[in-house]
């Protein structure tokens, strides 16, 4: 039976990037659903999602009622994507910071390297950032630094957030226990994986920023992802990871 692969694609306010990523995800050569995790974005995004599904077939939407954190959209949508029984689960940005033609190799290091959760990372092989600031290329590169040194993990991009799980990786770890709702959630998401044991790899990819629309970053990310790392690890000890 013919695996089943669904990107899931978090929105607010992404009208000016969302027609063009849905259409190029689509026109790949591998097979792969799209699954729009809508915000309640002022801006018209649900409109034109829903306007292109009258176009794809296999383009679906999860509406929420607001801006509730990047990790409840994912938590959502991994949900019910479990629910819907697809075998590959991908997350990627709506802003094509990353690159829709990567899609087919985090697949690939699945499918045919073996891999449980397989990473787009900007470290793995150099800093492969295009048009961010030094500022926040040094800020994201000495963050994976820092998650290495208080895991032990040996990832060398752990703030990625551009990724292929398998589902057994996601039927595994219980999402009621993720606590985190920012970038610290894309950490969080690996350290348990990790600590389950599942074989986890990176795949080099290039980052461009945005071009279009406006960064969710903030303080307040960097602050919870900062001391979060630290309670996460913290709790470990007291966890049970058998599986």
Same mark, same amino acid.
């Given at each position: 039976?013919?695996?089943?692969?669904?990107?899931?694609?978090?929105?607010?306010? !992404?009208?000016?990037?969302?027609?063009?990523?849905?259409?190029? &995800?689509?026109? $790949?050569?591998? /097979? %792969?659903?799209? @699954?729009?995790? !809508?915000?309640?974005?002022?801006?018209?995004?649900?409109?034109? &999602?829903?306007? $292109?599904?009258? /176009? %794809?077939?296999? @383009?679906?939407?999860?509406?929420?009622?607001?801006?509730?954190?990047?990790?409840?959209?994912?938590?959502?949508?991994?949900?019910?994507?479990?629910?819907?029984?697809?075998?590959?689960?991908?997350?990627?940005?709506?802003?094509?910071?990353?690159?829709?033609?990567?899609?087919?190799?985090?697949?690939?290091?699945?499918?045919?390297?073996?891999?449980?959760?397989?990473?787009?990372?900007?470290?793995?092989?150099?800093?492969?950032?295009?048009?961010?600031p030094m500022?926040?290329?040094?800020?994201?590169?000495?963050?994976?630094?820092?998650?290495?040194?208080?895991?032990?993990?040996?990832?060398?991009?752990?703030?990625?957030?551009?990724?292929?799980?398998?589902?057994?990786?996601?039927?595994?770890?219980?999402l009621d226990?993720?606590?985190?709702?920012?970038?610290?959630?894309?950490?969080?998401?690996?350290?348990?994986?990790?600590?389950?044991?599942?074989?986890?790899?990176?795949?080099?990819?290039?980052?461009?920023?945005?071009?279009?629309?406006?960064?969710?970053?903030?303080?307040?990310?960097?602050?919870?992802?900062?001391?979060?790392?630290?309670?996460?690890?913290?709790?470990?000890?007291t966890r049970?990871?058998?599986?």
């Amino acid at each position: 039976m013919e695996k089943r692969n669904i990107v899931i694609i978090p929105t607010y306010n !992404e009208k000016e990037n969302i027609e063009a990523i849905i259409r190029k &995800v689509f026109s $790949l050569n591998t /097979e %792969f659903e799209v @699954l729009i995790v !809508e915000d309640n974005s002022p801006d018209g995004t649900a409109e034109i &999602v829903e306007n $292109l599904q009258n /176009e %794809f077939s296999k @383009l679906h939407i999860l509406k929420r009622k607001g801006k509730l954190g990047l990790g409840t959209a994912y938590i959502d949508g991994f949900r019910w994507c479990l629910k819907n029984d697809y075998d590959y689960i991908f997350e990627m940005d709506a802003d094509f910071s990353h690159n829709p033609d990567d899609l087919e190799r985090l697949l690939w290091a699945c499918t045919k390297d073996g891999a449980d959760m397989a990473i787009g990372s900007r470290y793995v092989s150099g800093v492969n950032v295009v048009n961010w600031p030094m500022g926040r290329v040094l800020m994201s590169y000495f963050a994976s630094k820092y998650v290495k040194f208080i895991t032990g993990m040996k990832i060398c991009d752990s703030t990625a957030g551009f990724k292929c799980y398998s589902k057994e990786v996601l039927q595994t770890i219980d999402l009621d226990k993720i606590r985190f709702k920012g970038y610290a959630f894309q950490i969080e998401m690996k350290f348990t994986a990790w600590k389950f044991g599942f074989n986890i790899t990176e795949v080099p990819i290039i980052f461009t920023d945005r071009t279009q629309g406006s960064s969710k970053m903030s303080g307040g990310i960097f602050n919870e992802a900062f001391w979060g790392v630290i309670k996460m690890k913290l709790r470990s000890f007291t966890r049970n990871y058998k599986r």
